[in-house]
């Protein structure tokens, strides 16, 4: 079965996260967005595997469910249309490593997935004696990362280790400012454990297809949420049974299980092009090399973004795929278009809300209407202006405005408000 998988997303135990960030809040959103099945995130604190083992239970295969008494009370205030989506978890970490290596200060994130509570336990028993797991839900650990994935291993050979975010400039395992350039270079005689690498909201999986060291690896996505409502921004998709080992087998071997993935586009992420915030500069790479990698406005050097480092790693060249080809599927969150459609500048308005709600009710969980339900269907069902705008989004039919240096991007379905009038203009004639 088709399953829509988002692994990286964090409790509200971490830093700047949403309260909403529980147990029942991830079902709720779960359901909403038609995402089957959602790391835990943060393990590896105390009070949230307390949480862990109190709210959830097991279910098919190594995965876990949420009781039936507390999944019963959400699922009676849930629309109709999304109360049947199955919503498993499966228990996951990031944790942040820092450490020198090789002349260099190192800052990489990477994924844990454990396949029951007892490894969570075992590896919350080593890292207790390295760092405190009590401050953070996603830990900073003064710990090689091949020493904690040698450490995830002997906790457990089924535990599962994914570098995340991986071209991030400063937490990625190739990121421009504290990244390796090589497997090997960051894992030595570890590097063949690594079989999937997370692509982060910056990149696609087009852009980390180009690397040579990737090739035959997973390319995967999640949605790294600090907020339930940001579930799914972002996820992979397989087609496997509701079990742990089958799951993680897609993500693991990179067979016909994994379906493929999908992606904000890569230029609404913080990092995609290059440049200095302060300074209100943003480079294409093109541009940044122009420039010798320097602002131009305070002579500093400028944050060089996912697009110059890959194409600096590259090896293939543009259009590249692996054979057989993965299937990407670019979206724009439900909310974002609700809000542009509607000319409200915040998603979380009460007017986006409302819309978005009645949407949920009359055409189903945000995946649905945003990648299954025909345009003809969506029409037909009274949203005209909505249908207009996911024809456009699935034809990649945007206006962009890339992200850069911690700033996020923008991505339009109309490239301004006078062509949004025109079409409203135009739907209402016929």
């Known amino acids: 079965m088709e399953l829509i998988v988002d692994l990286h997303i964090h409790s509200h135990y971490s830093r700047a996260t949403s309260p ?3 147990f029942e809040g991830l079902y709720r959103w779960g359901k909403l967005k038609g995402i089957a099945i959602i790391g835990t995130g943060d393990f590896t604190h105390p009070a949230w595997f307390a949480e862990m083992r109190d709210k959830l ?8 469910k949420l009781k039936d008494q507390l999944a019963t009370a959400i699922d009676q205030e849930l629309p109709e249309t999304v109360r049947h989506n199955t919503i498993r978890f499966i228990p996951t970490v990031e944790i942040s490593t820092i450490y020198s290596k090789l002349g260099k200060v190192r800052k990489l994130h990477q994924i844990i997935a454990a396949p029951d509570f007892e490894t969570v336990s075992a590896i919350n028993a080593r890292l207790e004696r390295i760092g405190n797991l009590k401050s953070d839900g996603r830990p900073i650990l003064g710990l090689d990362s091949k020493e904690l994935l040698r450490l995830t291993l002997e906790a457990n050979p089924d535990a599962f280790f994914l570098p995340a975010h991986i071209w991030t400039p400063w937490f990625g395992m190739f990121g421009s400012k504290s990244g390796f350039d090589s497997i090997a270079e960051a894992y030595d005689e570890l590097a063949p454990h690594i079989r999937a690498i997370e692509t982060g909201l910056s990149s696609d999986p087009a852009m980390n297809w180009r690397v040579k060291d990737l090739d035959g690896l997973a390319v995967v996505s999640h949605s790294d949420a600090h907020s339930p409502q940001k579930l799914g921004r972002e996820a992979t998709v397989v087609n496997a049974q509701l079990s742990y080992a089958d799951i993680i087998g897609a993500y693991r071997t990179n ?5 493929g993935t999908i992606e904000f ?13 302060a300074c209100r500069i943003r480079f294409t790479p ?6 010798g990698g320097i602002c131009p406005a305070c002579r500093k ?12 790693m590259a090896d293939y060249p543009l ?3 692996p054979n057989p080809p993965k299937r990407v599927e670019y979206i724009i969150p439900l909310p974002e278009i609700v809000a542009e459609l509607n000319q409200v500048k915040s998603v979380g308005s009460v007017k986006v809300i409302q819309e978005v709600d009645r949407l949920y009710r009359q055409l189903g969980d945000e995946f649905t209407i945003l990648r299954k339900l025909s345009v003809e269907q969506i029409r037909a069902a009274g949203f005209e202006l909505l249908a207009l705008a996911i024809d456009r989004m699935r034809r990649r039919d945007v206006a962009i ?15 301004s408000p006078d062509e949004r009038q025109r079409t409203m203009n135009q739907l209402s004639l016929l």
């Open 57 to 64: 239970e097991p279910a098919e295969g190594g995965l876990f």
């Open 401 to 415: 405005e890339p992200g850069y240096d911690g700033v996020y991007g923008t991505i339009k379905v109309f490239k």
């Open 319 to 321: 259009g590249h795929q």
């Open 20 to 22: 909403q960030c529980t």
């Open 301 to 312: 050097p400028l944050v060089v973004g996912v697009d110059y480092r890959v194409d600096e």
């Open 255 to 259: 067979d016909q299980r994994m379906v």
């Open 286 to 291: 093109k541009e940044t090399k122009a420039h």
């Open 265 to 277: 586009f890569p230029q609404e992420g913080k990092y995609h092009y290059d440049g200095h915030r």
